[in-house]
C-alpha cells in the first residue's frame, strides 16, 4: 500500500502550484510497511526513487500507515507534524510539499486521470434541507475557513438564509480534519457549519469559475476570508461578480483590513487583541495579561460583525438597488469592545500610563472572583452601591459599605478579608445562602455545568441534530428569540461536496456534466 502511495506521487502532482519551487525529502517510514523514499522536487517535476538519497532539504520520519491517513486527508498533517506524531525536519517545507499533491485514494488504481470517482453519495439530511426564518429567499455563497466566517454564516443558515459552503475538492476547510472527531467528522468543523449545503468547487480552474459564476447571478451575498488581492487574483472578485450582478454584496473578513500597512501581515486573534489594548486591561493581579480561552477577536470582531455587515448591506440594497463590498477588520472591531477604557483614558491623558479601566478587572473587592472552600470559584458583580450595600446586609459588614472605592486602602483590605471569608464555605452553601439576596453572586460554571443548567436548559441553547454518516451532534443553538418569527430547525453540517449533485443540477447541469466535472477534479 505504502508502496502504491509514492508510485502514485507524479500522477498526483501538481505542477502548477510548484513553481518556483524546489527540495529533496526523505521519507522513513517504519511499522507494518516499512520502508523508504526520496521524493524530489524541481522545475516543476517530481521524482520518486527507493531509499535514502543525497541530501534531504526535509527529513520525515513516522509510521507507514499514518503517513497513508495524512496523504488521504484522513488525518490533519499539520496537527500530528506539531503534537510529534510525525517526526518532521523542517515541518513549514513539509506543509508546502503536501500542497503540491492531490489527495491519495486508495480505491484508485493505475491513473488518478483515469479512474472514476464514485458518485457522490447521498445522506438522510440532503433530503429535508428546508429553510425557514426572516432572511428566507437570501442565498450566501460561503467561502470563508475556520472560524469567523462560518460562525457568521451559521447565524445566518439559521435565520433563514441559504448558505452554500464552497471548498476546494483537496483543500477544504482546515478545520475538517482538527481531532478530536464526532464519527468521522471534527468537531470544530462541526460547531460552526450546521444548516449549510455544501459544494466542492475548484476556483483557480475555468470550468470552477464557470460555475461560481452562474451561482453569483442567483446569489446575495458572498462571504470570505482570504487575504486581501486573493480572490482578484484568482479571478472571482467582487469587481467581477458585480459585473454579472449588481446586486451582489462581498463581505471580506481579514484581520487587519483591505488597506493600510498591516492588511497583508498574517495574524490570530491573540495578536489582534493584543494590538488593540484589550490584553493589557485584562490583566493578572501582578500585572501579566492573561490570555482568554475562547476566542474574543474572531467571534466578536470577525463573525458578529460579518452578521452586522450581511444585514446592513441587504437594508441599503432595498434603498440603493446595489450590492456593495463591506471591509471587516476584526483588529478594527475589537476596538469598541474597550468603549469604556478609551472614554476614562481620553478623558484623563494626563495619567495615560496608568491602568485605565483596571478596577472592571479585579481591583475592587465588589467586582472579583473569589474561591471558595471546594476549590470552586464565585463571581461577585455588585457593582452599584445599592447591590455592595445589599452584599454587606447578607455577609453582616455594614462596616464595609463605604469601601468600594478603587485602589483605597481599605478596598485593598476588604478585598483580602473576602478571600479568606469565601474560603469557609462551599461554592454550593455561599450560592444558597445568598438566594434571597440581590447581590449579583453567581458561580464559575465548568463547560459541564454550563450544559446542565437549568437557564440554559430553559432557553434551548443547545440543540441536537444526525448525520447518517456520522451519527448525532450538539452545538450551541443561535441565540435570538423571536415572538412571531418562525425559524427552521436546520440539519447536521454537511460532508465536503454532500449537495454538489443538486446544487449544480439547479443552475442547469446534467448528472453527465456533474460526473465529468467530478473526474476533472473540479468539483
Not at 420 to 427: I, M, P, Y
Not at 432 to 445: D, G, K, N
Request: neutral net charge; hydrophobic residues 35%; contains cysteine.
Amino acid at each position: 500500500m505504502i508502496q502504491e502511495l509514492f508510485n502514485s506521487l507524479p500522477k498526483r502532482f501538481r505542477a502548477d502550484y510548484s513553481k518556483d519551487f524546489k527540495g529533496v525529502f526523505h521519507f522513513d517510514l517504519s511499522g507494518k510497511e516499512a520502508a523508504q523514499f526520496t521524493v524530489s522536487i524541481e522545475n516543476c517535476s517530481c521524482k520518486v526513487e527507493s531509499g535514502l538519497i543525497g541530501q534531504p532539504d526535509c527529513y520525515v520520519k513516522t509510521d507507514s500507515m499514518l503517513h497513508i491517513a495524512i496523504e488521504s486527508g484522513k488525518t490533519n498533517a499539520q496537527w500530528a507534524y506539531m503534537t510529534g506524531k510525525v517526526k518532521v525536519s523542517n515541518i513549514a517545507n513539509m506543509m508546502k510539499y503536501l500542497k503540491l499533491f492531490k489527495k491519495y485514494d486508495q480505491s484508485q488504481t493505475a491513473s488518478i486521470e483515469e479512474s472514476e470517482k464514485p458518485p457522490l453519495k447521498e445522506t438522510q439530511t440532503e433530503t429535508n434541507k428546508e429553510n425557514k426564518g426572516p432572511l428566507l429567499g437570501i442565498r450566501i455563497l460561503d467561502l470563508s475557513r475556520l472560524l469567523p466566517g462560518p460562525l457568521a454564516s451559521m447565524l445566518l443558515a439559521d435565520w433563514g438564509a441559504e448558505v452554500i459552503k464552497i471548498e476546494d475538492p483537496d483543500f477544504p476547510d482546515e478545520t475538517r480534519n482538527y481531532p478530536p472527531f464526532v464519527g468521522n467528522q471534527s468537531v470544530y468543523y462541526l460547531a460552526v457549519n450546521r444548516s449549510k449545503k455544501s459544494l466542492s468547487l475548484n476556483l483557480k480552474s475555468a470550468e470552477g469559475k464557470e460555475i461560481f459564476f452562474k451561482l453569483i447571478k442567483s446569489a446575495d451575498i458572498v462571504i470570505e476570508s482570504f487575504r486581501p488581492d486573493v480572490l482578484k487574483k484568482i479571478g472571482v472578485d467582487y469587481e467581477v461578480a458585480s459585473a454579472l450582478n449588481p446586486q451582489i454584496i462581498y463581505v471580506s473578513v481579514t484581520g487587519y483590513g483591505q488597506d493600510g500597512e498591516m492588511r497583508s501581515k498574517a495574524g490570530h486573534d491573540i495578536n489582534y487583541i493584543g494590538l488593540s489594548g484589550i490584553l493589557d486591561e485584562n490583566k493578572s493581579e501582578n500585572g501579566q495579561p492573561v490570555i482568554p480561552g475562547f476566542q474574543i477577536a474572531d467571534i466578536a470582531g470577525g463573525s458578529y460583525m460579518t452578521v452586522i455587515s450581511c444585514l446592513l448591506a441587504l437594508q441599503n440594497r432595498k434603498l440603493t438597488g446595489t450590492g456593495d463590498q463591506i471591509d471587516v477588520s476584526m483588529l478594527d472591531a475589537c476596538l469598541p469592545l474597550m468603549s469604556l477604557a478609551f472614554a476614562n483614558y481620553f478623558a484623563d491623558t494626563k495619567n495615560s500610563t496608568k491602568d485605565s479601566f483596571g478596577f472592571l478587572s479585579g481591583q475592587i473587592p465588589n467586582y472579583n472572583l473569589y474561591q471558595c472552600k471546594d476549590g470552586k470559584w464565585l463571581a461577585l458583580g455588585a457593582l452599584e452601591p445599592k447591590f455592595w450595600a445589599e452584599f454587606c446586609r447578607f455577609i453582616n459588614r455594614p462596616d464595609w459599605v463605604n469601601a468600594i472605592l478603587p485602589n483605597s486602602e481599605i478596598s485593598k483590605e476588604v478585598k483580602t478579608a473576602l478571600k479568606k471569608l469565601f474560603e469557609l464555605k462551599t461554592r454550593k452553601d455561599w450560592i444558597a445562602e445568598a438566594s434571597e439576596f440581590e447581590i449579583c453572586l453567581t458561580p464559575v460554571q465548568s463547560i459541564p455545568e454550563v450544559v446542565n443548567n437549568v437557564q440554559f436548559k430553559h432557553r434551548n441553547m443547545f440543540r441536537q441534530h444526525f448525520h447518517s454518516e456520522y451519527g448525532s451532534v450538539t452545538t450551541i443553538n443561535q441565540p435570538l428569540k423571536f415572538q412571531t418569527a418562525k425559524l427552521s430547525d436546520g440539519w447536521a453540517p454537511p460532508l465536503l461536496g454532500e449537495d454538489t449533485n443538486s446544487i449544480l443540477t439547479s443552475i442547469g447541469l446534467s448528472i453527465e456534466q456533474i460526473e465529468l466535472l467530478r473526474n476533472q477534479g473540479v468539483i
